[in-house]
Each structure stands twice: as C-alpha cells, then as structure tokens.
T-cell receptor, first 110, second 113 residues
C-alpha cells in the first residue's frame, strides 16, 4: 500500500533555512501536500504542489518535487520561532484519501 | 465562522466504557473524516463520509462506529473503549472528495485507563 516517510525531528537556528524531506510511494498522486500542526491545534494546509510541477514558491516557502525519486521537500527561508511546529507531508491514494507521513517536528532555536 | 468544531476537547474513560465524539462543520462541506493521531505514526484515517448518507471504512476502523447525522454533523462512537484507543482524534471536512483543502478541528485528547 501507499506509504509516506519523513524524518522525525529537525532543529535549526532562527534566521537559518529549514529543509524538511519526505518520500512517498504512490506515483499516481495528483497532488502532494504539506500541513502544519501547531501545539494543541489541528492541522492546517500550508501548501501543495501539482504532480506535473518541479517547484512551487510561496513567500518564504519553497516546495521541490522529484518525481523520479518520489521525493518531496519543504524549504522554509529565514526560519522564525513561530515556525516551530510539526510538519506533515501527505499524498493522495487512489480513493482520493490523504495518506500522511509521521510528521517532522521542527524546533527553531533563538 | 467556527469551521470544524469538535467536542469534547478532553476525555478520560475506563476500559469498557462507551462514548461519542461529536463533530460539526458550518462550511457546507460534503465530505467529513475522522482521524487518530498517535506519536510517531502521523494521522490514520478511521472512517470517512464522502457525502450525506454514506460512510466508509478507512485504515483503522476496528472498535469504532460512525454516524453522518446530517450534512453538518459526523460523530464517532467507541462502544467499548480499550487502552489501545488512547489517542488524539481529529475530525476534518472538505468540499468534495478531492482533498486539496482539508479543514481540521482542534482535536479531542482521549485517554482510556
């Protein structure tokens, strides 16, 4: 079945760039997603990329997609303490349901 | 403009007790979902309802039942709670089955002793 994998933890210094990586298995996914979960809250859609794109930029966020390697990354430029959260990547299965990774906890040190 | 509202926010149960988690959305969405979130495992889909009057099993449906009461409300019931059901439960909704934008509730922290 479909599987999405992420590293569990990333720590960066405030002002540095953060790169969160994800690998997925379902090559037929039309979209791939990044969600953000702040402490005590539900998930919020951060950004998504259509599968025929290689890159999408949205202010401080850059999403890179390597379809050949089934690798997705999220780069956050000028990381701030408010970016500390858990970040989930997700793909869509054949029934249009989201399959989430286990989440990467990003800690931003002052 | 509440979005997705879940109740209760916290609940402690004893093994064997039953309870119902409530979820309501005010965005006129067709599809609603129940997920559980466990440490290191991400979110796993329990049940979903693609439209009013329909429900389908997700990845981990055992031990749960759901009711799509109307277009707004989708409840999750634990008939006989087990410690393995200790988790954070999230309800979500989307306009259609294409999940390009899921809206999540703030979650229910459930502990089963």
């Amino acid at each position: 079945g479909e599987d999405v994998e992420q590293s569990l933890f990333l720590s960066v210094r405030e002002g540095d760039s953060s790169v969160i990586n994800c690998t997925y298995t379902d090559s037929s996914s039309t979209y791939l997603y990044w969600y953000k979960q702040e402490p005590g809250a539900g998930l919020q859609l951060l950004t998504y990329i259509f599968s025929n794109m290689d890159m999408k930029q949205d202010q401080r966020l850059t999403v890179l997609l390597n379809k050949k390697d089934k690798h997705l990354s999220l780069r956050i430029a000028d990381t701030q303490t408010g970016d500390s959260a858990i970040y989930f990547c997700a793909e869509v299965d054949s029934s249009y349901k989201l399959i989430f990774g286990s989440g990467t906890r990003l800690l931003v040190r002052p | 403009n509440a979005g997705v509202t879940q109740t209760p926010k916290f609940q402690v149960l004893k093994t064997g007790q039953s309870m119902t988690l409530q979820c309501a959305q005010d965005m006129n969405h067709n599809s609603m979902y129940w997920y559980r979130q466990d440490p290191g495992m991400g979110l796993r889909l329990i049940y979903y309802s693609a439209s009013e009057g329909t429900t389908d099993k997700g990845e981990v449906p055992n031990g749960y039942n759901v009711s799509r009461l109307n277009k707004r409300e989708f409840s999750l019931r634990l008939e006989s709670a087990a410690p393995s059901q200790t988790s954070v439960y999230f309800c979500a909704s989307s306009r259609d089955r294409e999940p390009e934008k899921l809206f999540f509730g703030s979650g229910t922290q459930l502990s089963v002793l």
